[in-house]
């Protein structure tokens, strides 16, 4: 059995301390501790189901070490669900434009558009498109995951709001439970 080293790393606000093997994804390492929100597809970096962010950026937990994020912050869709206000945007317009059929891309999906939305943001179809190529859906055709990230890009625009939106503090509604797609429309 391979030997267990302790690191600590930040997941949807709270500190954690895990043990693990040196060879354990960050994907495994989520889900073996009950993050059953991010989605394992292929394990091999192609389907980007398992995207989570990681200090800001949007990365594929299955091609991530779980020890290489030691001292870093993890946000799951369902902690950014609670804490951040794009994100909840995202979710909500998910599901008002039925961007969502099976769902088992949509976490990923959602995380990369946030990433998408915090880093560059504007409400141009074919810059989303760019955006989520690395995201796979079976399902939908893209064009209403599409419709949800366009909505959002131009809410922000007209409001003109900020696209690096803030994770707010973490607050008692992390510990309540989600949807089984991460807390989708949960406002
Ligand atoms: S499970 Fe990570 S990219 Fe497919
Ligand atoms: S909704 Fe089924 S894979 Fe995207």
């Not at 510990?175 to 406002?187: F, I, K, R």
Request: hydrophobic fraction near 35%; glycine fraction near 10%.
């Amino acid at each position: 059995m391979a030997e267990l080293l302790t690191l600590t790393l930040k997941v949807n606000g709270e500190e954690k301390t895990f043990q693990a093997p040196a060879h354990l994804s960050l994907l495994r390492l989520l889900r073996d501790n009950l993050y059953w929100e991010v989605k394992c597809g292929c394990e091999e970096g192609d389907c980007g189901t398992c995207t989570v962010y990681l200090d800001g950026r949007a990365v594929k937990s299955c091609v991530t070490l779980a020890h290489a994020c030691a001292g870093h912050e993890v946000w799951t869709v369902k902690g950014l669900g609670y804490a951040d206000d794009l994100t909840a945007k995202l979710q909500k317009a998910f599901v008002e434009c039925g961007s969502i059929q099976c769902g088992f891309c949509t976490p990923g999906m959602i995380v990369a558009a946030k990433h998408y939305l915090d880093h560059d943001g504007r409400a141009d179809r074919k810059a989303i498109r760019e955006a989520i190529a690395g995201n796979l859906c079976r399902c939908t055709g893209y064009q209403k995951i599409v419709d949800a990230i366009y909505n959002v890009a131009c809410e922000l625009s007209n409001n003109d709001l900020p696209h690096n939106s803030k994770l707010k503090t973490q607050n008692s509604r992390l510990g309540l439970s989600g949807s089984p797609l991460g807390g989708v429309a949960h406002e």
